[in-house]
């Protein structure tokens, strides 16, 4: 549940919650192709770092923490995949972990970039980016109101839990297969409820005649001042630097050599 | 005694103090209700019973178990917890796999399993709906529906979480008479409700919360009637009550609770006046 915590914006005043959201959508961007394109663990820390600096800046560590802590059974997954995959094409255990941990890494650094954007942008401004990027509204109004929604449901999850667990369900016990077959009584509970709440707001949306104009208007405007620049031309010699040292192959080391030693072939 | 709660204190994660220093005693077999405003404790109070929630200070007592120790599905199996909206958590594709859900999660054999939903099924009247999806049922046959899945298994303590929410005066008729007879049955029934009048047709013990604390804890008729104390609990009185208050000067009792008290009053006060 801690994992949709990351995802509730945080009011704040610090420079990274003013920021134009713009700014603050290309940079999550930009971090994110960057780890997509490199698998080498130097790269992947230095953008861990990075990110770290800005979370701290932006004043929502704690918040951060939390997101990290709901994600790590993804992270374990992950990590798991990835050493057995590695290690049945190359039966070495500490190439395995190498390609494991920088797998388990990136994946940390997706949701950091994503989590450090939603905690500081506001929906309202979530909803003006895309607007401005030219995404039709009907979109950009879905894909606000499953922010929004997205507390309500971790709370509406967590009421379906209790019901169940006072039925003498018990998610946590037995084997593997038996915890996932017990996912069943709260999952369906709780999609049946979304699809239901999907109704009443496209209902209460039609009351109020969503859609009848076709040329919206905002009372809010985004402009970009100086500093969001000056912050978005940082982050770009970043990100051409990333760039150049993929396409230059100059990348530092691919996974964790010294592992090695601890783990030889 | 059925349940003991012992100065309890209760903080949610977003730091709500929902319960502050709460120490009460429930009798075997007793009816009570609990009231007060949104956010007084009431449901928080319930979840301590079968365990959801843990007391983060003093400590719950529940037939003999200290809910510290125990799992929630252990204090279930003693303890029955209707939500206040239960038939939303219903996912079985017929009304007989939901009732026997529980009963299969706490081990007993089909044998004893199918006797035990067929019995709770009759007695809130759903056994003709046995094979149907639980999706299909009206409002009210929800609410009775989600009663019979805790009945099925005989927990000596029933907690009914709002059960008058969305029910009409006909469901709610049927509600009164499956809470008094599972009360005659000797289990101790726990009712939390904003419900003045379904309470007041009751007559259960009242506890009063406000702001995660007991204000007053006694008999129905002298509870609901101290406009004081209502007050304090953000509650109104029952309709009967504010008519009769009225009526004081005349010579009538204001602590009237339901329609047949009244009209033996009015009668008697009607009958003085020809004589």
Redesign the interface.
Known sequence: MSLFEGLRFRPGTTFIHRLDPRVKLATSTMVLITAVIHIDIVIILFLLMLESLVILSAKVQNLWIKTIRGALPLVAIVFAITFFSQYSREPVISTGLGYALTYSLRLLVFLSSFSLFFLTTTPDEIALTLQQLRVPYEYTFAFVSAIRFTPVMAEELQ??L?????????VDKGPFTKRIRNL??VL??LL??VIRRSYELAEAMEVKCFGASRKRTSLKQLNMSRKDIFFLVVVLILFSVGVSVKLLGLEPVKTLPLLGQFFPA | MSAIFESVHYIYPSKVHALRGVSLEFRPGELVALMGENGSGKTTLLKHINGLLKPVKGRVIVEGIDTRTASVAQLSQVAGLVFQNAEEMFFESNVFDEVAFALRNFGYSEEVVRKRVEWALKFFELDTYSSQSPFLLSGGEKKRLAMAIILAWSPRIICLDEPTIGQDSLQKEKMKHMIKMLNTQGRTVLLATHDVEFVAELRPRVILLSKGEVVADGKCEEILTDETLVKKASILMPQLVYAFKRLEDLGFDSRVLDVDEGVRQVLKVLRHESV
């Open positions: 009421i379906v209790d019901a169940q667990r006072a039925r003498g369900l018990e069943i009584p369906v509970p049946v409820n």
